[in-house]
């Protein structure tokens, strides 16, 4: 199960949870609470149902970096995964070996080779979620090797991008 920290604008925090993902809805788990909230989707655009009957159509952006911004509502929330593997970025001092995909996409562009020599920071692959291109830098100083996708490769949430040596 893939944990983050929900960081609001205020300084709040929660503990979130995926438990499910469906086709139609997804089980999230905040806090002590547990919602059911469906999937609704429009071309490229999904949008969740909540329990109360409003919909919400998230964006997902770059952020500070202690995490991924995602704005609900006009609301801005940095999630910060916890465990589980690798964080795509602002995983400050990581030694974890593989990078991977914080969200479902299509890769567009891959921009290092393997044996490349890399720098914390430094971008490394392109993906385009949502309609929106996310650059995913590296979390860490190092080099190149292994790589698990192509450019035009659709990735699943959690997907191995690529590896450190």
Known sequence: MRRWM???RGGGTSEAAIQ????????VRVG??????EIRRAGDSVAFVLPSGRTVTPFVGPAAETGQEVLVDGRSLYLSEMGNGA???GNNGSTQK???S???GRVVKLLVTLDDEVVKGQGLVILEAMKMENEVKANRDGRIGGMF?????????????LEFE
Do not use: Y
């Not at 499910?20 to 089980?27: G, P, T, W």
């Not at 996708?149 to 991008?161: N, R």
């Open 87 to 89: 964080r795509a970025s």
């Open 102 to 104: 914080q969200m479902p």
């Open 149 to 161: 996708v192509s450019e035009g490769d659709l990735v699943d949430a959690g997907a191995d991008l």
């Open 98 to 100: 593989k990078v991977c």
């Open 32 to 37: 002590d609470e547990t919602f059911r909230l």
């Open 6 to 8: 929900i960081e609001t």
């Open 20 to 27: 499910k993902v469906a086709r139609d809805h997804v089980i």
